[in-house]
C-alpha cells in the first residue's frame, strides 16, 4: 500500500512537472481546450491542465525570411524570365496564424509567384528590368493586404534575381557594349574639342598679350623719342642762348671798347667772309663795303 501511494505521488509530480511550461522571449503558444481555443500564453511560466489542455501551436513573433525559388513569368512583350523572391515576414496574431490558413508558408509562396506574374505581365521587359523598387512595393502592399487574415504581417518583398532568356542576355550584353562605346566615342570627342577650344583661347591670349606688349612697346619708344627730342631742343636752345649770350656780351665789350671805323670794317669783312663759307658762287657787295674792303688792304699793307 506505501508503494503504491509513494507511486502515486511519483507520477503526479511527474505529470505536473512535464505540464509546467515556460515561454521563452519571441515565442507565443496557442492553448486548446478540449479541442477548442482557449488563449494564447506569452513569456514566462505556464501551467497546462494535464489531458484537458494542449499546446496546439508554438509560434515564433520574430522576423523571418523565406527565399522563394525561381518562378517563370511572361512580361507584356512575350518575354519569359525567371525570377526569385525574397519575402520578410512577421507573425503578428498568434490565434490567427494557427486557425487562419492551412500550410501558410505554402499559401505565401502561392500568393507570391501569382501576384508577381500580374504585376510583371503588365510591363515590358526593360521596364521590369529597371522598375525593381516599383515591383517590390506593390507586391508587398498586395501581399500584406492578402496575409493579414492569416495574422502576418508583410515588411518587405525582394527580387532577387531576374534572369532573361540566353539570348536575350546576350543581345543585353551587345547592346551595352555599343552603348559603351558610343559613350566613349562622344566623351573622345568631347574632349578633343574641349582641347581645340582651349588652345584657340590659348592662342588668341596670346595675341592679345603680344599685342599689349608691342601696343606698350610702341608707346616706350614714342615717349622716349619725344623725350630725346625734347631734350634735344632744349639743348639747342640752350646752346643758342649760349651763343646768343656770348654775341651779346662781344658786341658789348666792342661798344664799350669804342671801336674804329677799321676794325668795323674788318668785322664786316669777316662777316661777308662767312656768309660766303667758300660755297657762294657770287656775291653783291654794297659800294661802301667796297671802300671799306680797300681800307682793309691797305691796313694790311701797312701791317
Do not use: C
Not at 502561392?110 to 515590358?124: C, K, Q
Not at 656768309?275 to 701797312?302: C, F, R, W, Y
Amino acid at each position: 500500500m506505501e508503494y503504491l501511494l509513494v507511486i502515486l505521488l511519483f507520477l503526479v509530480v511527474v505529470v505536473i512537472v512535464t505540464n509546467i511550461k515556460i515561454v521563452s522571449q519571441s515565442y507565443a503558444y496557442v492553448i486548446e481546450r478540449l479541442g477548442a481555443y482557449d488563449t494564447t500564453w506569452g513569456v514566462g511560466l505556464h501551467l497546462k491542465i494535464p489531458f484537458i489542455e494542449r499546446v496546439a501551436k508554438v509560434v515564433v513573433l520574430k522576423e523571418q525570411v523565406v527565399d522563394f525559388k525561381p518562378q517563370p513569368v511572361i512580361t507584356k512583350d512575350n518575354v519569359t524570365m525567371q525570377i526569385d523572391t525574397v519575402v520578410y515576414f512577421q507573425i503578428t496574431d498568434p490565434k490567427l496564424y494557427a486557425y487562419g490558413v492551412d500550410h501558410p508558408m505554402s499559401a505565401i509562396e502561392n500568393l507570391t509567384a501569382t501576384t508577381l506574374r500580374n504585376i510583371v505581365g503588365e510591363m515590358e521587359l526593360d521596364q521590369t528590368l529597371t522598375s525593381r523598387d516599383t515591383v517590390n512595393t506593390k507586391m508587398r502592399a498586395i501581399l500584406d493586404e492578402a496575409t493579414d487574415p492569416w495574422g502576418i504581417k508583410i515588411n518587405r518583398v525582394e527580387l532577387k534575381n531576374i534572369l532573361p532568356p540566353r539570348e536575350i542576355q546576350d543581345a543585353m550584353e551587345k547592346q551595352m557594349k555599343a552603348e559603351r562605346e558610343r559613350r566613349e566615342a562622344i566623351l573622345r570627342a568631347e574632349g578633343e574639342k574641349r582641347s581645340a577650344i582651349l588652345v584657340a583661347e590659348g592662342n588668341k591670349e596670346a595675341q592679345i598679350l603680344n599685342a599689349e606688349a608691342e601696343k606698350t612697346s610702341a608707346i616706350l619708344r614714342a615717349e622716349a623719342k619725344k623725350e630725346a627730342q625734347i631734350q634735344e631742343a632744349e639743348g639747342e636752345a640752350e646752346a643758342i642762348l649760349k651763343v646768343q649770350g656770348a654775341l651779346a656780351e662781344g658786341i658789348k665789350m666792342i661798344n664799350e671798347s669804342k671801336p674804329g671805323d677799321a676794325v668795323i670794317a674788318l668785322k664786316s669783312l669777316e662777316a661777308f667772309a662767312k656768309a660766303a663759307d667758300g660755297k657762294a658762287t657770287k656775291i653783291i657787295i654794297p659800294s661802301n663795303v667796297q671802300g671799306i674792303a680797300g681800307l682793309a688792304a691797305s691796313i694790311k699793307e701797312v701791317i
